[in-house]
């Protein structure tokens, strides 16, 4: 039989009592935090029985002590004239059945570890800037770092898979900086999935940072427009007809060769369905206000009541909750061409975060639209905000009203849009009937 196992086997027979479970766990802790065999522990809490066993190992009293303090030279000793001969790093190895690494050799074999991984990944770079990339994060630096870091500590093969395909990614883009292709072709080229550089793969996310060191980027927020953005300078384009938006009632001035479907749309108080791909062309927009609302349901009672009064559209535009890629685009295109963003969404954190983010976006472009703390106020009806909102809502802002969050604070309720579409209607529709 193998004597470093036989002596495993003894050790756990010999010191199979929780009085040792205790005492070598809090050794093994010290051990690791000094780098060598010195310091004190102090066990408490301890039963008679484990006191008295205690008491039997150390060779000094340890019963009806609320408290042991027991030095780890005084333990070493023990153990160097015990039968079993041995040193207390050894025995701790052995007793816990692997090598008890100092907290300074752990930092320093994981650190040569780290090294020898970005090395063999190093070897396979076909240009110098995914080189000088990998070196960059090989030293605790460079765009995406968290991220490579996060994956490597979750699954470490994984995460040399995946850095592996993304220099690919960047090599060839590299290789060939005038080519334009299709994201999901490059994809499925790349690694056979389409969709492995979909923004919420992580091979995507690693994509998004490398392309911010070929370009020579700070490191920013992952976001889809960002990332958009950023793709699209590589030569990548991603699917441009499922991001889109919702309209009715927006204005096309004459001549534009839209122009005939959106004026046929709004005399039929029908909503339009614009991808990206229709959004990214010009539209020469006429100026107006243009009411933007996050929920589809309400969008639609809008529509439903103009479609029944066979009342002139007013210009709306729907986000579905978090603008879209296309939704920000005709956004854009529209406060270009002069027209007011007025927005009104949920009294909830997710409704201020779309009302701030367009706010920012926008500045004098933006305008709330039943989204005060006075129509808070006067809301029908609202819900009981949970805490995870509240947590939430303490640190947003809502730069357009001041008193806002502190209002729904203080009230703890949550206001939805539906309670308020008939004062909506009122406003957009009724009060400007002849």
């Known amino acids: 039989m193998n004597s470093h196992l036989k002596t495993h086997r003894e050790l756990e027979e010999y010191f199979d009592h929780s009085s040792f479970q205790k005492l070598f766990g809090a050794i093994s802790q010290k051990y690791k935090s000094l780098s060598r065999i010195g310091g004190t522990i102090k066990l408490i809490g301890l039963s008679p029985e484990e006191c008295d066993v205690l008491s039997g190992f150390l060779g000094r009293d340890c019963r009806d002590r609320n408290e042991i303090t027991v030095k780890l030279l005084e333990v070493d000793n023990i153990l160097r004239q015990s039968r079993f001969d041995i040193t207390l790093p050894d025995f701790l190895s052995l007793y816990f059945g692997n090598r008890i690494l100092s907290n300074k050799e752990a930092v320093l074999l994981e650190s040569r570890k780290w090294s020898v991984f970005f090395t063999g990944l190093q070897e396979q770079t076909r240009t110098p800037v995914t080189r000088a990339w990998l070196t960059e994060l090989s030293a605790g630096r460079g765009t995406g770092y968290r991220t490579v870091l996060a994956i490597y500590r979750h699954n470490e093969r994984e995460a040399a898979e995946l850095l592996k395909t993304c220099v690919n990614a960047m090599d060839l883009l590299a ?157 854009d295109q529209l406060v270009q061409a002069g027209c007011t963003i007025r927005y009104g969404g949920d009294f909830d954190p997710k409704g201020l975060e779309i009302g701030q983010r367009l706010a920012e976006r926008y500045g004098a472009s933006f305008q709330p639209w039943f989204f005060n703390h006075t129509t808070y106020l006067n809301a029908p009806r609202g819900v009981r905000l949970a805490q995870e909102q509240i947590k939430k809502l303490t640190g947003q802002q809502a730069s357009w009203d001041n008193k806002l969050i502190e209002t729904m604070l203080q009230t703890g309720k949550a206001v939805y849009q539906e309670v308020l579409v008939e004062q909506m209607i009122q406003e957009l529709i009724l009060d400007k009937k002849p």
């Not at 991808?275 to 009411?291: M, S």
Request: glycine share 6%.
């Open 175 to 331: 290789q060939h900086p005038d080519r334009r292709q299709r994201l999901p072709v490059f994809a499925a080229r790349l690694t056979g999935d389409p969709h492995a550089l979909d923004g919420d793969r992580p091979l995507g996310r690693l994509l998004f940072f490398g392309l911010h060191h070929l370009y020579r980027l700070s490191e920013t927020e992952y976001g889809a427009e960002r990332r958009k953005i950023l793709f699209s300078r590589a030569g990548l384009e991603e699917d441009d007809v499922s991001s889109n938006v919702i309209v009715a009632g927006l204005r096309v001035r004459p001549g534009d060769p839209r122009e005939p479907v959106f004026t046929a749309a709004t005399a039929a108080a029908s909503p339009l369905l614009l991808p990206l791909r229709f959004v990214e062309q010009p539209t020469a927009w006429l100026p107006a206000a243009v009411y933007t609302l996050e929920n589809p349901a309400v969008f639609s009672a809008i529509l439903d009541f103009a479609e029944e009064e066979s009342i002139e559209m007013p210009s709306l535009v729907c986000t579905s909750g978090q603008p879209s890629v296309a939704a920000l685009k005709l956004l």
